[in-house]
């Protein structure tokens, strides 16, 4: 089937489901236009929240079906490929946190939205990448926190916040691979170039940038920023966004090799699949979400960050 076709049918079978199509940040860009919104797992689940359709298909991994679903209890969510799951979020367990919790019973949680719902089940607090940091400052009264699963989030909030905090040895592989080389390589080919970079890279990497931002940051930043050219050191899908939102400008990858296999999962076929089967639906046991959900609120409930 041409791309054309299977759009024409998805856009049909939208109307007949009413549902809606979110798109993560670092999806394909043949999904990303057809989303109804494009964002960051928090934007996406805030849309997923407000919205009047019955159904959602979440393009984007596992931890974010889950959160929307988590946050919309009576709306069907649906990921179009099961297997779309995010290694940094499997790299801490439910029962691993548990144990590590009984070493420093005096630590307030705080956990990257990156992780399953029983591991936000057994947090204080949830953040994303956007509020870690604002986040961690409104906490007035707490001087030591337990920051999981990811240990460069960490150690950049760490750097910035005068908190104690212990580190979880997570990390995003794809991010993992945007080496200091690459974007020293890079800011020796475009020297005009402004240099964002996400916090789930290493420090070697935070040191050399411009800002330091979560991917709506990244956007916010290109569009209103009075700089044209831009080496973008996250995953590479970003590129898409920024050039279509900002066609004067110009954006560079840091390297190719910061692709992230599961987030590329999902193509049209398959949201079309899922249209088809309401397949793969994701729930959230009660239990669960509404103590994962506890974690959630708390981070929203918290002026100006999210
Ligand atoms: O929160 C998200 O969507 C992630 C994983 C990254 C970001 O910075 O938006
Ligand atoms: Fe997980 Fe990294 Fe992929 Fe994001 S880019 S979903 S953190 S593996």
Redesign the pocket.
């Known amino acids: 089937m041409e791309n054309k076709e299977i759009i024409e049918k998805i856009i049909k079978l939208k109307k007949e489901k009413n549902a809606v199509i979110l798109s ?3 999806q394909m860009g043949e999904i990303q236009d057809i989303a109804d919104y494009v ?6 689940s805030q849309t997923a929240a407000k919205t009047d359709a019955d159904v959602i298909v979440f393009c ?1 991994v596992h931890f ?1 079906a889950e959160t929307a679903a988590i946050l919309c209890p009576e709306k069907m969510v649906l990921l179009p490929d099961l297997n779309a799951g ?1 290694p940094m979020a499997n790299m801490i367990t439910a029962r691993q946190l548990r144990e590590k919790k009984k070493e420093y019973p005096d630590a307030t949680v705080v956990c ?3 992780s399953s719902a029983e591991v936000k089940a057994e947090s204080d607090y949830c953040c ?3 509020n870690a940091l604002a986040l961690i400052e409104s906490l007035t009264d707490v001087n030591k926190i337990l920051f999981i699963p990811d240990r460069y989030l960490g150690h950049y909030v760490a750097r910035k916040a005068k908190k104690e905090i212990i580190l979880w040895p997570g990390y995003c592989p794809t991010h993992h691979r945007i080496l200091v080389e690459d974007i020293e390589k890079q800011k020796a080919k475009h020297p005009n170039a402004l240099v964002l970079v ?3 890279c290493t420090p070697g990497v935070i040191d050399l940038a411009d800002k330091v ?6 956007c916010k930043f290109a569009k209103e920023s009075e700089a044209t050219e831009f080496i973008i050191g ?1 995953e590479v899908g970003m590129l898409h966004r920024l050039k279509k939102e900002n066609p004067q400008k110009k954006f560079y990858s840091v390297t190719g090799l910061a692709l992230c296999p599961n987030m590329k999962l999902i193509n049209l076929e398959k949201v079309l699949w899922s249209l088809e089967d309401m397949a793969y639906q994701i729930k959230v046991p009660e239990n669960i979400a509404v103590k994962a959900k506890r974690a959630i609120d708390r981070m929203l409930e918290v002026k100006g960050i999210a």
Do not use: F
Request: charged content about 5%; proline content about 4%; some cysteine.
């Open positions: 993560h940040n670092y964002g960051d797992s928090l934007g996406l984007g974010m995010c990257y939205v990156n994303t990448s956007a996400h916090p789930e931002l979560s991917t709506s940051g990244i996250t």
